[in-house]
């Protein structure tokens, strides 16, 4: 069988970590593209994202923050700025020619993302204004799995019905695919235990193929949620999946929120073993109920360098 042949990981933005996790003056480590990074907020609040090898030092592990510069290697004792800059190092005078691998860096509504480009190319486009005035705080949860994010879309209605329990009341409608942002939406149906048939109004907005946002209306029961689901490439065929999720519920909005968010994470991994052995071949067998997934497919194409 030909297979549509995928670049290692799709260009975009991608989560790295969250706001409240990095204050002023700590180092964070995580994985991203299949390297080390090193995430630090100075004092004054600025955050920066670099790759985490210096050297003979290794930035997570050896790396402090000493006011607005980022102070690493135990023999050198190079100082960094938030812009990779070495600006100074423990045997004093000019300080040598350095530079740290820098990302590219944006926080919005308390997530921090770093740019991916394969051929380090500037930011093409900036990452949504995730708030949502009116909503609580999201709960959120991670989980590490082996997918690609090019799965992680909501488009194949089909198997709502066979693996979620839905059934379909309208399918896709208002497929929009413009550049780095693709949207549509559709209303589903599901009998729910002491409440009977709910119907839910989804709109389903991707930008690029590493942030999903989700808005969920059922009318019937006056609940609105906004759900964000954030696919972030770590090392080989591994990736962070972050499931974010705010409601509009004006009481107890903390134990209403983890418990959703609880069970659509529980709903969520039935898909898992599905991406895991997803293949692509060029020319596949698609079911009238599989949706648009060869125009998905082709936009999803458009962030990968040949």
């Not at 930035?59 to 980022?70: A, I, M, T």
């Not at 190079?78 to 691998?101: E, K, T």
């Not at 780095?180 to 235990?193: A, D, L, Q």
């Not at 079911?287 to 082709?298: K, N, T, W």
Request: glycine letters at 10%.
């Amino acid at each position: 069988m030909t297979r549509r042949r995928w670049g290692a990981y799709p260009n975009g933005w991608f989560a790295v970590g969250f706001s409240d996790s990095v204050k002023p003056g700590m180092v964070r480590s995580w994985f991203f593209m299949d390297q080390a990074i090193v995430i630090w907020r100075t004092e004054g609040g600025a955050v920066a994202v670099a790759r985490a090898q210096h050297v003979c030092a290794e930035l997570g592990r050896d790396g402090k923050v000493e006011g607005e510069l980022l102070v690493c290697c135990p023999h050198h004792q190079f100082s960094f700025d938030q812009g990779g800059n070495c600006v100074a190092s423990r045997h004093g005078g000019q300080p040598p020619w350095a530079r740290l691998g820098m990302f590219e860096v944006a926080e919005t509504n308390g997530v921090i993302m770093a740019w991916w480009h394969a051929e380090g190319r500037p930011p093409e486009w900036e990452p949504p204004d995730l708030s949502r005035p009116g909503f609580s705080p999201y709960a959120v949860r991670l989980e590490s799995l082996s997918d690609r994010p090019e799965h992680v879309h909501g488009l194949d209605s089909g198997r709502l019905l066979v693996v979620h329990g839905f059934s379909v009341h309208r399918g896709i409608e208002c497929l929009s695919a413009d550049g780095h942002r693709m949207t549509f939406e559709h209303v589903t149906r599901k009998r729910v235990p002491l409440l009977g048939d709910v119907l839910f109004e989804n709109r389903f907005e991707l930008y690029g193929l590493g942030i999903l946002v989700a808005d969920v209306r059922a009318p019937k029961l006056g609940l609105r949620v906004r759900v964000l689901v954030l696919s972030t490439p770590t090392v080989t065929y591994r990736m962070g999946l972050w499931t974010m999720l705010s409601t509009n519920v004006p009481v107890a909005r903390g134990a209403i929120d983890r418990g959703l968010l609880r069970y659509l994470s529980r709903d969520l991994q039935r898909d898992f073993p599905i991406w895991h052995d997803q293949i692509h071949p060029l020319y596949p067998r698609i079911a009238a109920e599989d949706g648009p997934i060869l125009e998905f497919r082709r936009w999803a194409a458009t962030f990968y360098t040949p």
